[in-house]
């Protein structure tokens, strides 16, 4: 069967940094996909990874190890905006987006 | 319009009626797609479609029904509804179909209350 394990929620404090690990098992795999969606909002594109390593965007960095279906997602430099729901999803061997069911991140002042 | 939007933002619906969620995107994109997202079990696809005259069924199509008239428009449609239909609804789009990277953008969502 296809699976996403990502954790239901994680808390930090503003200024620090956060990692939100994802592992998956799918009908293979042709890229993974992090969405931040806030509350009662449509999710938003935060990074793609197909290579195995990292990829780095400002304050955010998405990781990749295809070999160990992982995949973490690190948030530094934390600000109250990140307060949100992180959602890893797999495209997988039908290139249809298989969604975990999203993390919650709360960060406090 | 720029992107994709999505009609009505909400709606409070008696079981048993007829309902069409709207959805339209501007940006010339090939393939859209239709979520549901309730708490707990994260988004899961109802209907996506490939292109303009073709459909297929996702992980939950049980009671949804779509057709793909033209590029622009991808109308969901709950012909008899039920409680458990309760949720809040995303459309999506994507440039491409497949083949690698495939980013999905998203409407703002219709929340539906069936009763």
């Known amino acids: 069967g296809q699976n996403i394990d990502q954790p239901t929620e994680m808390t930090a404090t503003e200024g620090a940094i956060v990692q939100i690990n994802c592992t998956y098992q799918?009908?293979?795999?042709?890229?993974l996909f992090w969405y931040q969606q806030h509350a009662g909002e449509a999710p938003t594109f935060l990074s793609y990874?197909?290579?195995?390593g990292l990829e780095e965007k400002g304050r955010f960095s998405s990781f990749l190890s295809r070999s160990k279906g992982y995949s973490y997602l690190l948030l530094k430099e934390l600000q109250m905006k990140d307060s949100a729901s992180y959602l890893c999803?797999?495209?997988?061997?039908?290139?249809?987006?298989?969604f975990g069911t999203g993390t919650r991140l709360q960060v406090f002042p | 319009i720029a992107g994709i939007t999505q009609a009505p933002t909400s709606q409070i619906l008696a079981a048993g009626r007829r309902m069409t969620l709207r959805c339209t995107q501007d940006?010339?994109?090939?393939?859209m797609y239709w979520y549901r997202q309730d708490l707990g079990l994260g988004l899961r696809l109802i209907h996506y479609?490939?292109?303009?005259?073709?459909?297929g069924k996702g992980e939950v199509p049980d009671g949804y029904s779509v057709s793909r008239a033209n590029t622009d428009d991808f109308p969901l449609t709950l012909a008899s509804a039920v409680p458990s239909q309760t949720s809040v609804y995303f459309c999506?789009?994507?440039?491409?179909?497949?083949?690698?990277?495939?980013?999905?953008?998203f409407g703002p969502g219709t929340r539906l209350t069936v009763l």
């Open positions: 940006m010339r994109h090939n393939a």
């Open positions: 990874n197909v290579l195995d």
């Open positions: 999803a797999v495209s997988d061997n039908t290139d249809k987006l298989i």
């Open positions: 999506a789009s994507s440039r491409l179909a497949g083949g690698g990277y495939n980013e999905q953008f």
């Open positions: 799918t009908s293979g795999f042709n890229g």
């Open positions: 479609s490939n292109t303009a005259g073709t459909t």
